[in-house]
């Protein structure tokens, strides 16, 4: 069994930044994926960031999140961040970190709210 722990999340004025951090623990092989996805009521959770750990120059970013985003995995802690720069109110909503370990099914976190308001 896989638990992911995240946290970071919070309320921060536009333009403003956070970094949203979720670690796994839990007997399991290699991490093949980590990443971030996000969902807004009533809305499909959507992918916000993710890495194939096992595979160069895999990072994948939302069009909407380009630029602003930095995806950051340390295999060593078996921890993803999310760096998110010149945050604005479009990206309020709740933040779920996904594992992929090899030969298993997905692992969510939690969730962590993240609020862009002044």
């Known amino acids: 069994q896989v638990q992911l722990v995240e946290s970071g999340g919070g309320l921060v004025q536009p333009g403003g930044s956070l970094r949203l951090s979720c670690a796994a623990s839990g007997s399991m092989l290699k991490i093949i994926t980590m990443g971030w996805y996000r969902q807004a009521p009533g809305k499909q959770r959507e992918l916000v960031a993710s890495?194939?750990?096992?595979?160069?120059?895999?990072?994948v970013y939302a069009d909407s999140v380009k630029g602003r985003f930095t995806i950051v995995t340390d295999n060593t802690k078996n921890t993803v961040y999310l760096q998110m720069n010149g945050l604005v109110p479009e990206d309020t909503t709740v933040y779920y970190c996904?594992?992929?370990?090899?030969?298993?099914?997905?692992?969510w976190g939690q969730g962590t709210q993240v609020t862009v308001s002044s």
């Open positions: 890495e194939t750990i096992t595979r160069a120059n895999s990072t």
């Open positions: 996904l594992v992929l370990p090899l030969g298993e099914k997905a692992y």
